[in-house]
Nanobody
Framework: QVQLVESGGGLVQVGGSLRLSCAASGRTYSSYPMGWFRQAPGKEREFVAAIHRSGGSTNYADSVKGRFTISRDNAKNTVYLQMNGLKPEDTAVYYC?????????????????WGQGTQVTVSS
């Protein structure tokens, strides 16, 4: 079992930056690929980024490529999402997720464990 707790959300102006953190508990955290998803009001939850268990491979949604960076520190049981150049359309609740699967999956149905989410609001 893995428990995930996100932090780092908040209110930021257009063009600003935020770094989200996801702290994981569980002895096998380092063996799980991890992902970030987001859900805006009235919209379905969508994929943002994912990272291989080793940290050696990543995957990004086209909408965030070049602006967001996912990373992990297995020694600290933490995955990060560095968000730069934020836009109003990035406003959403951001969720951290872990999967018992392989690779860097992009579908939410591939993930087994979820955090409670953290709100990111970008004001124009």
């Amino acid at each position: 079992q893995v428990q995930l707790v996100e932090s780092g959300g908040g209110l930021v102006q257009v063009g600003g930056s935020l770094r989200l953190s996801c702290a994981a508990s569980g002895r096998t955290y380092s063996s799980y690929p991890m992902g970030w998803f987001r859900q805006a009001p009235g919209k379905e939850r969508e994929f943002v980024a994912a990272i291989h268990r080793s940290g050696g491979s990543t995957n990004y949604a086209d909408s965030v490529k070049g602006r967001f960076t996912i990373s992990r520190d297995n020694a600290k049981n933490t995955v990060y999402l560095q968000m730069n150049g934020l836009k109003p359309e990035d406003t959403a609740v951001y969720y951290c997720a872990a999967t018992r699967g392989f690779g860097v999956p992009t579908r939410q149905y591939d993930y087994d464990y979820w955090g409670q989410g953290t709100q990111v609001t970008v004001s124009s």
